[in-house]
């Protein structure tokens, strides 16, 4: 067995141990262990994705002396290698983007805490893309679960305590349904990885035995897990959440923990039950419709706020419609577009939140749409980076938000006619309200406000901020322009996710 | 000479880059500069024109999709005429918005809009298409929305809207051709593979369709023509010009290639897309005028008329013969020169008199003769009276609507065309006579020279020489016109 | 109507004390008259916004009736999926297999495996303890940071840090909480106290210790543990307690055992993933020294549950350890 393969398993514990770490050190201290540490992970995952491509396969890996079904296991293939690193890096660069805003908002005793969830939260993370076994992603759910409630709450003021306590019950009720999901299926198969399961399953499915049971957990799996991630209607709490946060928190909350739940939901609809029991379930149907509304209801209340950043979470729900409605075609193509919206997405709104952290500091640390009239002359990076998130969202040829489309496009293609009809009609009508919201605020960026507000403030650039926002354009450019490669690498990874 | 595609692209977002980083105060270098570089655009655009030749992939995005450059008929008479109103409306701008403010930014998104219509005008694939029109867009925005008050926002984002719908449609196309096509290549007779569409030929129809509609939006093509009239009034004359003028022919340009380059004529031809298409059209020629005789807005009513004009083209286009093709083309040339001119001519009136309705202009003509006498030709021009450009064009187009042999609409069609012709002079030449003739009441002599400068009135010269020349020499264009239809339909 | 208990009642917490946040203000759930007048309602300010009329005055009819008729479907509509949730439960129960049955599809190889090879695969007499420590014992690890995690939530949430920015210690006259209350030196309390709390240590030492050959374990020896340390300071109050197991005391023990526990889960885990011999002595089954490295994990997660059980106690009772 080579040294990287062991990567994957030394960044989930390690990960662990850094967080612990993280809550004895000093602020800065635990800055610089967190961000060390989220670099040397980027790096591990990195060497992980090399040698999947290369051995071109998926390999098992042992958490201990005992193999499945005894003992618990990872999975490790190129999707998951690929996932791994992009979370790793946005994360390193969504904290590097906001890192003043972190010791501005916390307090100074528990800024160390904000790494140790960081750190936490980055751990379970790769715990879900990574895992082989549903009771582990439980566990790891509940450290996400907690973690992230942890982030928002972290900037102390009144509306990030009621905000994280809605997210949190409502979190909470979502970990419940999956528990019980967990708890049915062992209770009718007996096994807890998920290639046994898969097997048992299978068995139970041609012999017509417990199918009521299935149809309910499979039901409990996809609410609980659309509850966490904030799939209409269950999107209540994220507006709130994300939007109230310090920017680094919102910015790590909608584009990796969101997409951690959808991970797993993937994984159990591919290895536990397979694409076939699944579009006999019916379960597509509804995850389209409902990705469908959110794209719509998402965008339609977009354009109603004044906040930027309440507007930029209800852009996200809108986006993670996008995602459930490539699963919802219940294709290979349209899984491969969900994974691309997952990676785009990722790449895109954090460095939406980080800009407009940066706004706020240019207008006097006020966030609705009036105050950061011409901020984008005071923070030209900032108003840089949002121009190029801003048509990233849109959809424009070059950016990452278009090869989402052109692969959700593909995907319905291959649908029927009436699933075809239904989702061009709402990634017209999307990009459409993308648009009426997106680029009158890039205008508004760019007008010098009319009372000369702030007029000579400037934005002072720390490396920390220009850099991630410099590496965020980059990434998100390079996403766009040098897709091939890694849709190819999806669409390897995916044909290797269901064996 | 692949490279030489780049220069007509790439030149004008130099010049908008240069701009931004040096933004030059004084008014003196900055006319100069600006008409320097339209020029040098003109002549790199003719340079291209001439020169080049065959195709430049330049960006691949993903596996088969690569952003591509070539030339070919269609797109030299495109980009010729884009340099060369562009020019002329540069030009225009120097004077009328003197002592405007923020013309630094209005130039910036100048020449960054011509950049992105020569990437339209230059597109050998239909991504290059898409990704020029979103562009052509979202540079426009600026100009249509610069005086930034109330109405010129609504106006911009009623037009922000209207486009971006248009292009998710014409986007649908894209997919369409993508997945039932050899490829996205323009290519003239059209793509398609008969294999591939085989058993789905309603829902390629209806993708034609769709996109036919979308990019037609940008050409004002009922029912996604409403942003024009909001979007006119309010911007400056400059840009309206080119708004109506030149950015509407960009539409035109997708509408043609998505038709007879992808999908090719031959599969529309017969089918309800075809019907459809030339009853919407007939539909807004007749809709256009009839709204521009009841405004009074004098620049809503230039709006209206380019919504009315703009469908003669798409109405040509949809015949899909030669003979309407090469009236089609001919009317895109025309017609752009009188739009334009025409705007210029209310800029200046309106500038000068401060005047907006068309009732007040009375007498207006002693006072600014040599204006309003472009103004009279340009009308004439638009109404198609012979010997101007307009009637040529005209002509063609009746011709081969009758020729073309469709059940209804080959009579219809010029006796739509007839009736809005004279709604067009019920329109256009009130004004001319109020100016001209105020009546008896008026005291004429004692009117202040109103008449604008050289910047405003040479434009107008050029464009009104143009089209009467056009009217006397119709022969090259509409045979270069001819050519590029043999191939095509 | 009355206001909708919790969520209000957090509302109010949150609105009276140093954290207001200016212009936010929260609709309050529950609350049928809203004051118009006030310039932070939410509504009101979207009615201001709205550039129709259309809007203003819809806006303005649901600040008004909205926010009733919200309430009144609210409360049927929870009862109404709260009961269609037990009623799928219940006609799922009725179709799984019947509880404690032989041919149950749980009862597979699996369990077999554990019920009868533990104690030589692991060294441990208590099935249990080998599956959750050994076989399992990744997911014990990760439970074991949840419930770190969730003390540092807590942390996070009630922990006053002396000169915060925007926060003060509340006096305890003023506020009528006993945050600063010590015992007034109970002596029957004290007796009892001082007899039981050595007790509830050293029973907690022993069911931790014998987690590997008895019922027990690190989790239920460290809540022991943890009932003894939250009753001394009960008892004796917190200055006493604070002699021997401060804020210090508390960061030192938990991160050393949580940093323990990763090493040697990671040390189990690498040997046995690369196939490499670990060399742990498995011990002699039913005596304390058996179960290899399960007896060190159980230490670990032992003090580690005590220390969390002991941070809850004294974060609620007085902001801090």
Redesign the interface.
Known sequence: MALVQNFPFITIVFSLTCGVLCAVLPGRGAKRLCLGWLALTTAMSGAVLRFTLTTDGSFLYRMGKWGAPFGNELRVGVLEALMATAFSGVMLLSLLGGMRHIFADCEPGKVNLYFTMCALLMSSLFALIYTNDLFTAYVFVEINTIASCALVMLRSSDRTLVATTRYLIMSLLGSGLFLLGIVTLYGITGELLLESIAEKVQALFAAGQYSLPLTVIIGFFSVGLAVKSALFPFHSWLPDAHGSATPSSSAILSGLVLKGYIIVLIKIFYRVFGLEIIVSEQVSRFLLLFGVLAMLVGSVNALRERDLKRLLAYSSVAQVGYIYVGIGLHSELGMVAACVQILAHALTKPMLFICAGGFMDVSGGHKDLAAITGAGLRDPLGGAAFSVGA?SM?G???FAG??T??EL??GA?EAG?VT?GIT?AA???S??LN??YY??IV?NLY?RPRDGAWAGVRQRYHWEYAAALAAFIALNLGF??G??WV?GAIRRGLALFGM | MGFLLLLPILFPLAAALALCLRPLRAQRRRRAFTVAALALELGLTALCAALAGGTLPL?????G?C?TFGIDGLGRIFSLLVAFMWLLSGVFTQEYMADREHLGRYHVFLFLTEGALMCLCLAANY?TL??GF??MT?CS??LA?HT?TGPARRGG?KY??YS??GA??G??GF??VH?YGRGTAFAPGGVLDPAKVAGHEG?VAAAAFLAVVGFGAKAGLFPLHAWLPAAHPEAPAGASALLSGVITKGGVLCVIRVVYYQFGAAFLRGTWVQYAWLALALVTVLLGSMLAYQEKLFKKRLAYSTVSQAAYILFGLALLQPTAFAGAILHVVVHSAIKDGLFFTAGAVIEKTGQTDVRALRGVGRAMPFTMGCYTVLSLGLIGIPPLGGFASKWLLAEGSLASGIPVFGWLGPAVLLVSALLTAGYLFPITVSAFLPGADLDGTSAPPLEPGPWITLPLAVLTALTVLTGLFPGPLADAAAAIAAALC | MKPNGFLAALVRFAESGEFREESYALPRAGKTALDLDTPENRWLAAAQHAEKPAAARFAAWFARRGMAVFDSLYRVLSVLICCTLIGVLLAVVCFLPPFGSAENPTVNEVVERYVCHTVDETGATNAVAGMISAYRGFDTLGEAHVLFVAACSVIVLLRVDAGARGRRRPDPAQTGRDMEYEPNGDLILRRVAGLLVPLAFLFGLYVVLNGTSSPGGGFSGGALMGAGLILHAVAFGFERTERFFGDAVYHLVKTACLAAYALLMAYFIYMGANGLDDHVWLGIPGTILSGGLILPINLAVGLEVACTMYCFYALFRKGGL
């Open positions: 048509l849109m424009i040829p070059f278009f090869v489309k052109l496009a593909r293609l006619p075809l061009f990634l017209a009508v990009t459409l648009a009426l680029i009158p205008f007008t766009g322009m897709s091939d849709v | 960006l691949p995005l993903a596996e999709l952003v991504l898409y990704l979103e562009l979202l925005l600026p929305l930034q984002y922000l809207f971006v719908f998710c449609l986007l649908l997919y369409t997945t829902f």
